[in-house]
């Protein structure tokens, strides 16, 4: 009997456990950003590969991958830095750098990002868990869609999101994926930045059930299936497993 009330007490608190979310004192919610907050155009970054084109000078186009020191390496123009510059701002340096060198006066210079270099990892509940490629504006939800979706285990009212801030240390946001696919609540569509990672939770019932798995079925001498009947003529008999 002790063993019975030991046993249901411990399967109460995992449940209470299964239940909980990440605590508010881990949260830093000012750390992160809306969608509707960040900057219009995506921040090129090292291992982006962009295409430079030249509309009136061909001759001078060029495809290449910016280098871990944030460099973009131009033929023509020479080492261009890329660290915290949107394409706009590349392809204004570029002709400045140009006209610098007076190769070319104000050239007309066009970029576009030929493969995004730049990750988000997710984990968890999804069906294709590991990095993907981070796209400009991406959400939590696209990251998601983009590794294959939810599984049906998954516990999307409780996505974990989790930075690295200024000082190395990780910083924790939980967003309610389901708010933003049911009503479309911007303060659950936290725009991503390199390297962020994102976590889906096992549902509490999912939990429970690797748990009783695990701790239940493998471990206590008794196995689902079994049925008990108490034979009503004699009560006091013992009960016989069917």
Same mark, same amino acid.
């Given at each position: ?8 007490? =411990? ?21 992160? #950003? ?8 995506? %921040?090129?970054?090292?291992? #982006? ?8 000078? $061909? ?21 261009? *830095?890329?660290?915290?510059?949107? $394409? +706009? ?21 066009? =970029? ?43 516990? +999307?009212?409780?996505?974990?999101? %989790? ?21 479309? #609540? ?9 390297? #962020? *990672? %994102?976590? %889906?939770?096992? +549902? ?24 008990? +009947? ?13």
């Amino acid at each position: 009997m002790k063993g019975f009330f030991r046993t249901t007490a =411990i399967i109460s608190a995992f449940f209470l456990a299964a239940c909980a979310e990440v605590a508010p004192r881990f949260q830093q919610p000012e750390a992160f #950003d809306a969608v509707a907050d960040f900057p219009p155009s995506y %921040i090129v970054g090292p291992g #982006d590969e962009l295409s430079v084109v030249f509309p009136f000078n $061909s001759e001078l186009n060029y495809e290449g991958p910016i280098g871990p020191d944030s460099n973009f390496t131009l033929p023509v123009a020479g080492t261009i *830095s890329t660290a915290g510059k949107t $394409s +706009t701002q590349v392809e204004e340096a570029i002709s400045q750098a140009l006209t610098e060198r007076k190769i070319a006066r104000n050239p007309s210079v066009s =970029i576009s990002i030929r493969r995004y270099a730049q990750v988000v990892y997710v984990g968890g509940e999804v069906k294709q868990p590991g990095p993907i490629a981070l796209q400009n504006k991406m959400d939590p939800l696209q990251a998601v869609i983009a590794a294959g979706g939810a599984l049906d285990t998954a516990r +999307t009212s409780s996505a974990v999101i %989790i930075r690295r801030g200024p000082n190395g240390k990780p910083l924790l946001k939980v967003v309610d994926l389901n708010k933003l696919i049911h009503t479309g #609540d911007e303060a659950q569509a936290i725009a991503l930045r390199p390297l #962020d *990672s %994102i976590f %889906i939770p096992k +549902t509490s019932i999912a939990e429970a059930n690797l748990w009783v798995d695990q701790y239940i079925n493998k471990i206590l001498p008794f196995q689902r299936g079994f049925s008990y +009947t108490i034979n009503n003529q004699n009560p006091s008999a013992f009960v016989q497993p069917q």
